[in-house]
Antibody, heavy 127, light 110 residues
Framework: QVQLVQSGAEMKKPGASVTVSCKAS????????ISWVRQAPGQGLEWLGW????????QYTQKLQGRITMTRETSTSTAYMELWSLRSDDSAVYYC????????????????????WGQGTLVTVSS | QSALTQPASVSGSPGQSITISCTGT?????????VSWYQQHPGKAPKLMIY???KRPSGVSNRFSGSKSGNTASLTISGLQAEDEADYYC??????????FGGGTKLTVL
């Protein structure tokens, strides 16, 4: 079955960086884009950006431009999200989710919804 | 880009129907039939319930339906069940490098 399995919880100090991984299984990794969404404690969902696992191009929310990078390693079917210069308001559960793009036969189609989600990774930023 | 507007809470009794609204602008909901809805139980990852405004993924109960009028999308749940109690979020494409979620609605089944 389709699964997205994320790395474990992280505790970081302000100013540090964090990398969260998302390993896909049960489907061809490069067929679907991977998006990242976060949820601060007791708050709603916030879209952070996405990466084309097929081509490697990325789009990020303007709010985090310059502090976030998304990459992927196709040989291990794993996507990564790195956030640096961490602040206390970056404390949240970070989710990867399958969506944004569907690629088949060398053609990619937009797909603006998330049909599979990782289990979430809690990132706590505290001094 | 502001969040889409959802009521903070709605409630209904078992067997009843409820509707959750999601109000956006001409830059998102009104311009695209790309609203999706997610159900989130406490401590769990969100689950896709409706996509592209009205489509239901395989495995999702037909008690869940989506619609849109102008800049407002809606999620209707008919025949409410206890297991439907959760938070619900709408989401929309809003242009290049812009996507927006609603603030979330807490559904209570009385």
């Amino acid at each position: 079955q389709v699964q997205l399995v994320q790395s474990g919880a992280e505790m970081k100090k302000p100013g540090a960086s964090v990398t969260v991984s998302c390993k896909a299984s049960g489907y061809t990794f490069t067929t679907y884009g991977i998006s990242w969404v976060r949820q601060a404690p007791g708050q709603g969902l916030e879209w952070l950006g996405w990466i084309s696992t097929y081509k490697g191009n990325t789009q990020y929310t303007q709010k985090l431009q310059g502090r976030i990078t998304m990459t992927r390693e196709t040989s291990t079917s794993t996507a990564y999200m790195e956030l640096w210069s961490l602040r206390s308001d970056d404390s949240a559960v970070y989710y990867c989710a399958r969506g944004e793009e569907f690629c088949t036969g060398g053609v990619c189609y937009t797909r603006y919804y998330f049909d599979q989600w990782g289990q979430g990774t809690l990132v706590t930023v505290s001094s | 880009q502001s969040a889409l507007t959802q009521p903070a809470s709605v409630s209904g009794s078992p067997g009843q129907s409820i509707t959750i609204s999601c109000t956006g602008t001409s830059s998102d909901v009104e311009s695209y039939n790309l609203v999706s809805w997610y159900q989130q139980h406490p401590g769990k990852a969100p689950k896709l319930m409706i996509y592209e405004g009205v489509k239901r993924p395989s495995g999702v109960s037909n008690r869940f339906s989506g619609s849109k009028s102008g800049n407002t999308a809606s999620l209707t749940i008919s025949g409410l069940q206890a297991e439907d109690e959760a938070d619900y979020y709408c989401y929309s494409y809003a242009g290049t490098s812009t996507r927006v979620f609603g603030g979330g609605t807490k559904l209570t089944v009385l």
